[in-house]
């Protein structure tokens, strides 16, 4: 009797089904820090607690211990998490019969069922694994945790990472003229017309005659500063300058983007504008390092139709997807594809009426996630499924090329008429697309409407984002800022997750492109 006393007393609780609940959770989220809020997980990581604590409370109480009941909860999230990666290694290895969830599926539950068999029958006393489970548990998130707070406490000390051309001050706006609204609307990976041509045989000089009638001058030989990746091309554009790539060629690539997306939050665009006493209107992209939630005017559409509930996240998307519940809930849980094609509808939707809803002068930013993928919208805008996982795919771009192509000349025109002074629009990709000539990578749609003004006089067939702003500032505003080189610079990797991977400092050479442009096909 005393022994068991003893025992209750000193009997550690199984952490470990909560450390495992959350586990992939904050695995994720260390591996994706740069690109995702905080705020964004907090959803996931209380469904990951919640729903295995309820089914917990009730196992516990039928089998009268929490131990057996622990054990047995961890094994079927065990199992749960680690389908989906088995999958993919059987997929990677050339093994596709034996992927398919429908043999998986029934191979893990039989497993499941010989380890209830084991705990419930052969394990005599659950308490004596309690200790060890715990123990392995926490070793095995101990990394990310390590991550997770390294990056906090870099980010307490984001640097100044400016290179050339670096804004030292900020003026007052004028006060002789009239201030005009100022719409930049990016169109995420869309390609210039001739490489879109060249590339994937689809010529979209219709759009661009459009934007011209219109009135915008369509730069036909533009190209992004920074086409690896979009944080590198937005942070050079809204703070109209380069990267010191001396100081992040010797620094950890982790706080490299922390610096640049600390920078992107907290750009010299917006607080000129402010300065000059514009609102600053910004939407919810889904993509946390987009989202200007310090905006004067935060626009969050993500909504389930006619609902107050959010729509899933990027983060919370990808961490369904690494389960099979991603096609259990298929049908009546919205996918990630699907609040994404709605979350794009909604802004395309706003983005007019903001002319005459807010008032002027204003500063509005939309980053719209098209043509980028996932390739959901068909030409006409319907919904269309997509499992390209995340791979380019030529017919499915073209589509979505399409598609936002028709919807700019109709919402800019919208703008242009609803305007009650005439604002300057600019309609620009953040880069290219996907390509094994980086040629298609660099070259981008680039189009300004400067009323009231000769544009010629101006603007360039060359002009790259990181002169964008700097133009409109000395045209309209009576800055003096010099133009910089329109020059391309290409990273040493392919993605932030191999320079953080490898712990290897972000390096930038110059690009020159191998073909001269070609304004007419």
Not at 1 to 17: A, E, G, H, N
Not at 132 to 160: E, R, T
Not at 310 to 315: D, G, V
Not at 396 to 414: F, L, M, N, P, S
Request: proline share 6%.
């Amino acid at each position: 009797m005393k022994t068991d006393l003893y025992r209750k007393k000193i009997s550690p609780f199984p952490i470990y089904i909560i450390v495992i609940a959350i586990a992939p959770a904050i695995t994720l989220y260390a591996n994706n820090l740069t690109q995702v809020a905080f705020s964004s997980t907090l959803r996931a990581f209380a469904f990951s607690l919640l729903i295995p604590g309820i089914i917990f409370a009730i196992l516990s109480i039928i089998l009268k211990s929490i131990y057996s009941s622990a054990a047995i909860i961890s094994l079927g999230l065990f199992l749960l998490y680690i389908i989906v990666p088995i999958q993919l290694f059987l997929i990677e290895n050339g093994i596709t019969g034996l992927s398919r969830l429908r043999y998986m599926i029934p191979v893990f539950i039989v497993i499941f069922i010989l380890g209830l068999f084991v705990i419930l029958k052969k394990i005599r006393n659950p308490i004596l694994i309690t200790k060890p489970l715990n123990i392995i548990s926490l070793v095995m998130i101990l990394f990310p945790l390590y991550q997770l707070g390294a990056y906090w406490i870099n980010s307490l000390y984001a640097k100044n990472i400016q290179g050339q051309g670096q804004v030292e001050t900020l003026q007052e706006a004028p006060v002789d003229r009239m201030l005009p609204d100022v719409y930049y609307i990016v169109l995420d990976t869309h390609g210039r017309s001739d490489k879109i041509y060249n590339e994937l045989n689809y010529d979209n000089s219709q759009f661009l005659d459009k934007l011209s009638q219109t009135g915008f001058y369509v730069a036909q030989c533009s190209n992004a500063n920074y086409p690896s990746a979009t944080w590198q091309s937005m942070y050079a554009t809204l703070n109209m300058q380069y990267f010191n790539h001396e100081k992040i060629g010797k620094q950890n690539p982790v706080q490299t983007s922390i610096d640049g997306v600390s920078a992107i939050k907290n750009n010299e665009v917006v607080r000129q504008f402010k300065r000059f006493g514009y609102k600053y209107v910004s939407f919810n992209t889904l993509y946390d390092f987009l989202n200007f939630t310090n905006a004067d005017v935060y626009l969050d559409l993500a909504y389930i139709p006619d609902t107050k509930i959010k729509l899933p996240n990027k983060f919370e998307s990808l961490l369904i997807a690494s389960t099979p519940l991603s096609f259990a809930l298929n049908g009546w849980l919205y996918s990630n594809n699907e609040a994404h094609y709605k979350n794009v509808v909604s802004i395309m939707d706003e983005l007019p009426k903001i002319s005459t809803q807010i008032s002027s002068p204003k500063f509005v930013y939309a980053h719209i996630m098209v043509p980028h993928y996932p390739y959901v919208f068909s030409p006409t805008g319907n919904y269309m499924t997509d499992d390209s996982t995340g791979e380019f795919l030529e017919d499915r771009y073209v589509d979505q090329v399409a598609y936002i192509d028709a919807q700019i000349v109709t919402i800019t025109e919208k703008i242009i008429e609803n305007s009650p002074t005439p604002p300057i629009i600019i309609v620009q990709g953040d880069h290219g697309f996907p390509s094994a000539d980086y040629d298609n990578s660099a070259g981008i749609l680039n189009a300004y409407y400067f009323p009231g003004v000769e544009q010629s006089d101006y603007l360039y067939p060359s002009i790259s984002p990181i002169n964008t702003f700097r133009l409109i500032f000395n045209v309209y505003f009576g800055l003096d800022m010099p133009l910089l080189p329109d020059t391309i610079y290409r990273d040493n990797l392919e993605s932030d997750a191999e320079h953080n991977k490898g712990n290897i400092p972000y390096l930038f050479t110059e690009y020159v492109p191998r073909s001269e442009c070609s304004i007419s096909k």
